[in-house]
């Protein structure tokens, strides 16, 4: 009788489980992708995204600036584990909310003393996919942070409302649209969980403002500067709409 | 910087039929499209791919403009004898890189 129960309570359990993981209408763009790039992303030999990797290895342990320090003289091998799954987060040495590359930056004017690299620049692109490996597999974790709050609704406002010459907002096509064609193409949820990402379409490596770009040149809108901080509203709201999904960075994407 | 990716296993048994994978960093462009002032960008790929192994070629081939950016190659060989395999990439501009891997052969 009391080994049935124990089944009985397993089993209620395990349904229950299955029900949350079915439950959760959220993909990856991973699942959105064909087998063959699936394929190609998994297997490091033949992602591209890993060259840029490789060079970010080399500028991790390479001394810059006049403090003459490496990422490496601060930072222990494999310490960035999880690290991309977690930004956008406030710094504390400028008590702003900086993204990945903005962290970057921030060690390079700070603590080496070195000039910021520019946006979208092959140097900074290398060293996130740098970082941004050592988090692949692990679950996107935004902060539990409140300060990011309103960083994150202001994301939310941006990211429904319309805009441009077409109307459209970005929840027109990935929330109201997801899973459907827009021409040949699924469209993706958009959960940015592997960025930098390699676009096949531009045949090299992104970072999430350039993908970002991209769709408001779809809409015929007018892209923010590299700068503007409606990129980093907009990266925290996303991070915080994929929190669970599974970081899949460098991905590889059509 | 040279940039490539080389996958090969380190031992293999005699005869033994083995995949090398060889990935480099290079934009392939075409010389067919125009740029943002409107003139056609200078062609700029790599016209061949070649692997000795202790000297002499089992692998080589040819590339054209259509082939994307940071070509991708991979190809069986018998593993026959220890050795070093040499790569080399060759193509517009004076490219070159070459890289070599050792494979130890029981």
Known sequence: MRRLRTFLVLAGVFVASLA?????????????????????????????GM???????????????????ACADCHAAGSMKGVA?????????????????????????????????????KELLQLTAYVARQSKGEPIAPPD??????????????????????????????DANAGKKLAGATIPQAHPTGYPIYRLEWQTLGSLKRRLRNCMIGM??????????????????LMKRAQGLIDDAPAVRP | MANALIHAPKTAKRGEVIEIKALILHPMETGFRP???????????????????????????????????????????????????????????????????AIAVE
């Open chain 1, 220 to 237: 015929r809108v007018e892209p923010y500067a590299y700068d503007a901080p409606e990129y980093l509203a907009l990266e925290a709201f």
């Open chain 1, 85 to 121: 799954a977690r930004y956008p987060a406030f710094a504390k040495e400028s008590g702003k909310p900086v993204d990945l590359e903005g962290r970057i930056n921030l060690c390079r004017t700070e603590h080496q003393k070195a000039e910021a690299l520019a946006a979208e620049s």
């Open chain 2, 35 to 101: 740029g943002t002032n409107g003139r056609i960008i200078p062609r700029n790929i790599i016209e061949r791919f070649s692997a000795d192994w202790n000297g002499e070629e089992v692998f080589a081939l040819k590339m054209s403009p259509a082939i994307a950016a940071n070509p991708f190659v991979s190809f069986f060989v018998v593993a026959d004898r220890s050795g070093t395999v040499k790569f080399r990439w060759s193509g517009d501009n004076d490219f070159l890189v070459e890289e070599q891997v």
């Open chain 1, 20 to 48: 949350l993981a079915q439950g959760d209408p959220r993909r990856s763009s991973y699942q959105d992708m064909g087998p063959a790039l699936q394929k190609m992303q998994d297997d490091d030999s033949a992602n591209p």
């Open chain 1, 145 to 174: 942070d409140e300060r990011l709050d309103p960083l994150r609704a202001q994301g939310e406002t941006l990211w429904k409302q319309r805009q441009g010459q077409l109307n459209l907002s970005c929840a027109s096509c990935h």
């Open chain 1, 51 to 69: 060259l840029f990797v490789q060079a970010g290895e080399e500028a991790w342990n390479a001394k810059a600036g006049s403090a003459d320090k």
